[in-house]
């Protein structure tokens, strides 16, 4: 089955500054990449998400892009804000089934 | 439009005690799923249905069963609690299918607490 593993576990960048999350995944015939953003206590709610047809994709300060050759995707933050502390999971699929990864904590330094 | 609701929020239950999450949406998604999320170990797959009649295990399935007679309701039963249960557990639902894949949109989740 398909693997996610997601880098850094804990993120903490300055108010202002770019934060950059990044995932592995193994099943080259996953294609289909969304992101997660859980607040404390809360659900998961997707931010962003991203086919394989595409490489890059953004929506306002907030961008992924994918390498299918290398099998890596990445979330990118700009211009951080004290609510974009979260955790941030990234996700893979073909079809109805996501594998998460593990989770980003990232904690915006005022 | 209340997306998809989960009750209870919190339970406390004892080592062999079963009961079941319930789990209701009202977009007419045929795909549900049920997941846990445990401390540094992301949203883990327990079960999830493609449909009505239809359900499959996921990645950690062991002391949970699931069913689903209509589209709108998927419970989760724990049959005998143990204490590495102890989780967060999520229902979603989205509209993907086998070979289409879209948003999938979380209930408030429960956290369960066995002692």
């Known amino acids: 089955g398909e693997n996610v593993e997601q880098h850094p576990s804990t993120l903490s960048v300055q108010e202002g500054d770019s934060a950059v999350i990044k995932c592995t995944y193994s099943?080259?015939?996953?294609?289909?990449f969304p992101w997660y953003k859980q607040e404390l206590g809360k659900r998961p709610q997707l931010i962003i998400d991203?086919?394989?047809?595409?490489g890059e994709k953004k929506d306002q300060r907030i961008a992924v892009t994918l390498n299918k050759t290398a099998k890596h995707f990445s979330l990118h933050i700009t211009e951080t804000q004290p609510e974009d502390s979260a955790v941030y999971f990234c996700?893979?699929?073909?079809?109805?089934?996501?594998?998460f990864g593990t989770g980003t904590r990232l904690t915006i330094i005022p | 439009n209340a997306g998809v609701t989960q009750t209870p929020k919190f339970q406390v239950l004892k080592t062999g005690q079963s009961m079941t999450l319930q789990c209701a949406q009202d977009m007419n998604h045929e795909y549900m799923s049920w997941y846990r999320q445990d401390p540094g170990m992301g949203l883990r797959l327990i079960h999830y249905s493609v449909g009505a009649g239809i359900t499959d295990q996921g990645e950690v399935p062991n002391g949970y069963n699931v069913s689903r007679s209509t589209t709108e309701d998927f419970p989760l039963r724990l049959l005998s609690a143990a204490p590495s249960q102890t989780s967060v557990y999520f229902c979603?639902?989205?509209?993907?299918?086998?070979?289409?894949?879209?948003?999938?949109?979380f209930g408030p989740g429960t956290r369960l607490t066995v002692t």
């Open positions: 996700a893979a699929s073909w079809g109805d089934k996501l594998t």
């Open positions: 979603a639902s989205s509209s993907s299918t086998e070979g289409s894949s879209y948003e999938q949109y």
């Open positions: 991203i086919r394989s047809n595409v």
């Open positions: 099943d080259s015939a996953s294609n289909y």
